[in-house]
Each structure stands twice: as C-alpha cells, then as structure tokens.
Nanobody, 122 residues
Framework: QVQLVESGGGLVQAGGSLRLSCVAS????????MAWFRQAPGKERDFVAA????????MYADSVKGRFTISRDNAKNTVYLQMNNLNPEDTAAYYC???????????????WGQGTQVTVSS
C-alpha cells in the first residue's frame, strides 16, 4: 500500500503561481510512476502531468504545456507540480497518483491522494 498526501493548493489570482506537493509513504520502495490529475465540479478527472520513477521522462496535457512543470525527489518521496501563469480554467481539485505504468489515464494508477483545491480568480 502507498499513501499519498497533497498540499499547496489555495486561492490565487489569474497569472499567479502555485506549487503543489505530494508526499508518499508506505511501500515507497517500488519504482512508481507519479502523476497529477484534476477534476472540476461536474466534470471528469483529467490528466495533467506524469513523471517516470527515474525522473528522466515527463508528459503533459496540452492545456498545461509550457505553464506547469512536474518534478520529483525520490529521496524525499515527494512529487511536485509547479503551476505558473494560472487562469480560471485551471480551477479544480488536484489529485496525486502513483502507479506501475507511466500513463496519461486514470486507469494506469493504483494509488490516489485525497486532493487539494486550486481556485484561480479572474
């Protein structure tokens, strides 16, 4: 089992930045890929970004490319999502996920955090 706890969400004005963190505990000895997804009210949970265990490969949703950066520190069992130039369309609950496959769909991830809310005002 792996437990994931997100932090760093909040209220920010359009054009601002936030950095989300996700700390993993439990069976962190496995080489999990990590990802961020987001879900707005009444909508499906959408892929945002993913990173391999090694950190050598990353991928992003088109809507966040050039604005968001995913990174990880395996020594701290932590994955980050740096979000710059935020806009109101980025408002959602953001979820951290861990899984055996480096994938851009929710089905690829076995473990999920509880989410952290990001609200961007115009």
């Amino acid at each position: 089992q792996v437990q994931l706890v997100e932090s760093g969400g909040g209220l920010v004005q359009a054009g601002g930045s936030l950095r989300l963190s996700c700390v993993a505990s439990g069976r962190t000895s496995r080489s999990y890929a990590m990802a961020w997804f987001r879900q707005a009210p009444g909508k499906e949970r959408d892929f945002v970004a993913a990173i391999r265990w090694s950190g050598t490969s990353t991928m992003y949703a088109d809507s966040v490319k050039g604005r968001f950066t995913i990174s990880r520190d395996n020594a701290k069992n932590t994955v980050y999502l740096q979000m710059n130039n935020l806009n109101p369309e980025d408002t959602a609950a953001y979820y951290c996920a861990a899984g055996s496959y480096y994938y851009s769909h929710t089905a690829g991830y076995e473990y999920w955090g509880q989410g952290t809310q990001v609200t961007v005002s115009s």
